[in-house]
């Protein structure tokens, strides 16, 4: 297997992109990641998307975007894990770079969904869950997530007030990303006063929509030592693994294995263990996942993941900085992008560009993106080399 | 980059499967595989389907069917070229195995058309064209294909019943395939008379929808020969390659570039020349389809693919049989499984268990299959050793 690096990162701000169609928000992603990587071509283009056949009228985005970006006749293939499409595609490009198969690949991530020609967004999310047994029965993606929450504090003991840090890390930390959805930070009375939209969840703990595309151009890591390139940031773990689609059928719907089981891969991939990654970014589509992703992934105890939040350690100067861009929170959650919004972050973090919110001496940067309530995870192990 | 063998295959029947849902229908063509393969476990699964998300309420299919087939906590992505996606799922299941990053790939394809809960097939099969520019001028997917064909006949002098004896071959051969959708021979009279759907294209040119699965199980081939297994299917080729998602950005809208490409590709990682292949399991979605990738693979002069099935070349004893199961005409398209059916279908020419359809002393097989009206074409070459 081929050791692969990522070259070069590009992406659009998120916010409503009235005047940009789908196309065009992929198209300046990946030119941004194109010119950054300092490259003109590329053999193939695996983009990461959710939903645009309802909300956009639009599948067959391989071809659809290959072709405005320049890269008519590559190999296009558009890969979908729900919210974690955006590494699956990473996912799938790593392993194209790996197997030889191409040289030259651009991972990329969309969505477009504030203003949809065709579908209701909520309903359109709600695909992502298990139609049968959820989506039909009328549990929209933030149903299911308060669901959890409200057990989580049953089991644990946690208040709605334990989980305000994590919003107001994201949004300090989003304040100085200007590619960010939200760029202001907010306060623990914000919090305790927004409105409540699926008890136990508010407004500030769940991740707003957006329009957005981000792009990661990948090449061989032999590549780069042969041309004497300075640092190298390398893919030292890349994993997947799955759960029940449906939360009820888990034996505890407050663990998420299929974090646990990819993390351990992606660990056991870069041969390290969690007290050796500088910085993590989670997936906080809502408050209680960063807390869960925290728990699988080896940071916190069971049941502690607020902890390690009302004291501090996931600042960016803490134990285990999460959300160092703004996450989903601030930063943004078009669904089939933000996989690789977060796998540019931990370049960003790891090449020393991240500004106010650097993590200090950050050498390896880590990843996971949920698809569905936990039914599909992936993470990715970046290291500076 | 390790070599990669298909060990097991399966299929279900393709027809109007009122009585099961999306995942029993990719959950029985899976465990089919995997019994056919001997293996009761795999480390990942990469699906096929184009439109679940409209058409079924479903989109996340990787975590959906992996719970469903047995392989909860697998590696489980879904991967979508339109009418390409099963090959798409089985090139990125290739890549997976040929990179060491999984052993044992499942590549699948489903799509479930005939019961949809929500959506309009036609509308929905449009979201593979360009929807700026075809889709939401009105174009549907015949349409397009009718325009394509009327310009050929045009060109090159051929008239409507010159396509015929693509219709009569594929379903003269699907009569012996008993997981076809239509197991009829036709006559020429029959379409002559066959009424038209989008001028100059009649309902006998144009491929049937409906429901269906087809899987395969990939290992890689490195462990076929250690255990001393006897025949191994080899994937001696897997390439892929895109053009303009609209026909009308074209130069020449009567000739695949991505046909061509890929199929070079292919034929140079096969080391092969066009006259080695012993079948050719074309996308005949309609008759001008077979025709154009006949000539875009090497197989026929430009302008002429109606000729080699009118002098009985593209029978199973001919020079270059294609669709020698049925094809997409008669064995059905249940788009983004069908390239799925090719690759099984061609495995089980290579085994020598296609009945009376089979070619003599099959080696070598390939398929193409194509994404919307030629934007994104895949093609595999396998070969028995």
Known sequence: MREVAVLGIGQTKIEEHWEKSLRE??????????????????????????????ANHQQHLGAYVADWAGLRFSDALHVEAACGSGSAAFRAAVMAVASGSLDVAIAAGVEKMTDSPGGEITAELATAADYDWEASQGL????????????????????????????????????HNPFARFQEPITEAAYAKAPLIADPINLLDASPMGDGAAAAVLVPAEMLRKVGSGKIIRVEGSAAATDTIAIHHRRDPLWLSAAERSAKQAYDQAKITPSEVDLFETHDAFTIMAALSLEAAGFAERGQGPRLALEGEIRPDGRIPVATRG???ARGHPVGATGMYQIIEVVQQLRCEAGPTQVEGARIGMTQNIGGSGSNILTHILRAV
Chains 1, 2 share one sequence.
Do not use: C, Q
């Open 25 to 54: 928000l992929a198209g300046e992603a990946i030119l941004a990641a194109m010119h950054d990587a300092g490259v003109t071509k590329a053999d193939g283009l695996f983009i990461g998307n959710m939903m645009s056949g309802a």
């Open 140 to 175: 929209s993606f933030v149903a299911l997530n308060a669901l959890i929450m409200r057990r989580y504090m049953h089991e644990y003991g946690w208040k709605r007030e334990h989980f305000a840090p994590f919003s107001i890390n994201a949004h300090a930390n989003g304040a």
């Open 327 to 329: 996450g989903l929170k």
